[in-house]
């Protein structure tokens, strides 16, 4: 197991030998699950799922479930369960995130449950307390603007979703870092809880 | 000096509303109201769109119930192309039995939703627990297994909407006239003997029962508290076949009072001639009423309380053996506890999967030969109105069409709305309880009223046919309408 080299925003991380060149290519392995959350019929509401579409368009997924869905939901702990690691992919309001965000998950019960929402991170603590087992977990997170009843993306979003295609191809030494200094290595990664 | 309390949102119901209530000198409760402040909006959105989008469009109104929207919509269809119930030619066998394997599975998931993520929590933990524990992640730390085994029942029952549907949410499969694909072998394999990651449908009748026994094990606990919590009267309604029972698909509406006496039943297409909407300009949420008793006497109560209410028996062993029980209860009178409303709830999980394993081993819901029946040109009728018992209660579509086929006029009664009258009895009576005369009012009693409501599982943003965000909101105001405390989440 040699160290992965931590990016500049977080800090060190550790992972099996056979270093993936592109954070597509971490996620792209037997047991990956890539996950789009949001909603078509929602202007930009709908960037997880138009990834997935990307990506099922270029052909480039050779292991990894490709998956959306209208909203995470409880359940999604059993659906992650089996998985080695798992990429969230969300549109979001924050003017923080520029065009498009990675960050790894930490699980947590941070209580968010209602019918409509739930956290990832509560997801993934979900999944380590009723299930014995985490999965490694990442949301990207793409920035969009406009969510009315309508089709199609706004032409800002449709450029982060550019971005964050790029992004995916970005090196993983440089891309993955955990902020959780106590990860372990392996094929599996369980992670600290909260 | 009064105040004015107010609870905005309410919390773990779909949909936008508010809570308000006043208070006197005394601090004793004067009135209290559900306010549902979404926007009306569906109705309108669908006219002009074809006739046979409906169904497909307005299941969008709601990522919890949609199957029941979309079935209500396909009976619509079914009149309006002449293979309803009035025309003479109806859907085959097979294609009610998918239906009703869909309509069922979404029973079982939609209840386990409301049951066991919601509701649960607060048997487990107290209605005054802290907020942050009280939940299904709380829950979660607390039993684990509990939460892998409702993980799991949720699981099944989306399976079963998927293998009926296509998909887990907003799938199509009813079309006018019938069904577009039966159910598959390896579908119907999968949902009976469960697999690695999936239960079988023994397992998912073990787990129902499991429901049935939070709730027994709750009540005998607090028999008085449960018992005392939001007792109010109301008329109740139900789909019921020949025999006066439940049906959960087709049927014609009766009413029963408080003694169980039928107070009229009539066939759903003539709702129009029974029922009227009054309007307050506090809420976007009408109160339907039947005409013939006015508003105070004439408002009904559905969903699981009220079927349950008026139907004598369930066509399953196990959920009869446990219906017996509830009647007994209340000695051959209608049950109006408002917390007995997740009783019938957990019965009607159990009845949901003993109805769908029938369904899994009967043939006919596997004939691909006989989906559809195809009505002559002639037969169209431009008009449909289609009831089911969606599961938080009586779901009625009615749509009209012009010689086009563009939808012309689109009318929705949901549950919710149905139930807006009980539920702001409800919302009284435990404000009373729990508010009235107390010098601090806590964060326990504010949930208390929350509580009321949650009981029946309200879908607000299905009530108002809303579009757009649907964030539900405890208000204290005093006499002089000054605001005194507001809870907000």
């Known amino acids: ?194 | 000096m009064g105040r004015k309390l107010v609870i905005d949102p309410v919390t773990r119901i779909e949909g936008h509303g508010k809570v308000v209530v006043r208070l006197d000198d005394d601090g004793k409760v004067t009135d209290a109201r559900l306010h549902v402040v979404e926007f009306r909006g569906f109705e309108k959105f669908v006219q002009g769109h074809p006739y046979w989008e409906a169904p497909m469009l307005l299941q969008r109104i709601c990522g919890i119930c949609f199957v029941s929207h979309h079935l209500c919509g396909a009976k619509v269809l079914d009149d309006m192309v002449g293979a309803g119930v009035r025309s003479g030619l109806q859907i085959t066998p097979t294609a009610e039995k998918v239906r009703r394997l869909g309509h069922y599975a979404q029973m079982l998931q939609s209840h386990a939703t409301a049951y066991f993520y919601l509701i649960v929590p607060e048997m487990v933990f107290g209605i005054d627990a802290p907020p942050e524990q009280r939940n299904i992640l709380g829950l979660a730390e607390a039993e684990p297994e509990l939460v892998r085994r409702v993980v799991m029942l949720r699981k099944w029952g989306q399976e079963g909407i998927k293998a009926v549907f296509g998909r887990r949410m907003h799938g199509i499969s009813s079309v006018p006239g019938g069904v577009n694909k039966a159910l598959e072998a390896a579908d119907r394999d999968r949902l009976l003997n469960g697999g690695p990651d999936m239960l079988s449908v023994d397992q998912v009748i073990d787990y129902a029962q499991d429901g049935l026994r939070v709730f027994h094990e709750f009540h005998a606990k607090h028999r008085d508290e449960v018992d005392r919590f939001g007792d109010v009267p109301a008329l109740n309604m139900s789909l019921v076949d020949d025999a006066g029972n439940v049906d959960y698909y087709h049927g014609r509406l009766r009413v029963v009072d408080g003694h169980k006496r039928v107070v009229t039943e009539f066939d759903y297409h003539d709702y129009l001639d029974h029922f009227s909407e009054a309007v307050e300009e506090w809420s976007y949420m009408k109160f339907p009423y039947l005409k013939a008793l006015g508003r105070e006497a004439g408002s009904v109560r559905v969903g699981p309380l009220g079927r349950l209410n008026v139907t004598k028996t369930l066509p399953t062993p196990l959920a009869q053996q446990e219906l017996e029980r509830f009647h007994d209860y209340t000695k051959g009178r209608a049950n109006n506890m408002t917390l007995h409303t997740n009783w019938a709830r957990a019965i009607e999980i159990l009845h949901a999967a003993e109805v769908v394993r029938d369904l899994l081993q009967d043939p006919e819901a596997m004939q691909t030969d006989r989906l559809l029946v195809t009505p002559a040109k002639e037969a169209w009728t431009g008009e449909g109105v289609g009831v089911v018992e969606a599961p938080r209660g009586t779901l009625l579509h009615h749509y009209r069409a012009d010689a086009q086929g563009n939808t012309t006029f689109a009318n929705l009664i949901v549950a919710t709305t149905q139930n807006n009258e009980v539920m702001n009895r409800t919302v009284r009576s435990v404000a009373d309880e729990y508010l009235s005369g107390k010098t601090e009012i806590t964060e326990g009693m504010m949930n208390a009223v929350e509580v009321g409501i949650r009981a029946y599982d309200p879908c607000l943003s299905c009530a108002t046919h809303a579009l757009g965000q649907m964030p539900l909101q405890v208000t204290l105001y005093g006499p002089d309408g000054s605001l005194v405390d507001e809870r907000q989440r």
């Open chain 1, 1 to 194: 197991m040699a160290p992965m080299a931590a990016s500049s925003m977080n800090a060190s991380v550790e992972v099996a030998a056979g270093v993936p060149a592109s954070i597509l290519e971490h996620f792209d392995v037997p047991g990956g699950l890539i996950y789009g959350i949001g909603n078509d019929g929602r202007q930009d509401d709908g960037l997880g799922w138009a990834l997935i579409d990307v990506l099922e368009r270029e052909g480039v997924c050779r292991h990894a479930q490709l998956f959306r869905n209208y909203q995470l939901q409880l359940e999604d702990a059993d659906l992650i369960r089996g998985m080695r690691r798992v990429l969230f992919v969300d549109a979001t309001k924050s003017p923080e995130v520029a065009d498009c965000a990675l960050h790894a998950v930490e699980p947590k019960l941070d209580f968010s449950f209602s019918s409509h929402e739930i956290s990832a991170a509560s997801i993934l603590a979900t999944c380590r307390l009723c299930f014995g087992h985490a999965p490694e977990v990442w949301m990207l997170a793409i920035r969009g603007y406009e969510w009315e009843l309508r089709m199609g993306l706004t032409p800002a979003s449709a450029r982060n979703l550019r971005a964050a295609r790029q992004h995916l191809d970005c090196a993983a030494q440089a891309g993955l870092a955990y902020p959780d200094p106590l990860l372990t290595t392996g094929d599996r990664h369980e992670r600290a809880g909260p």
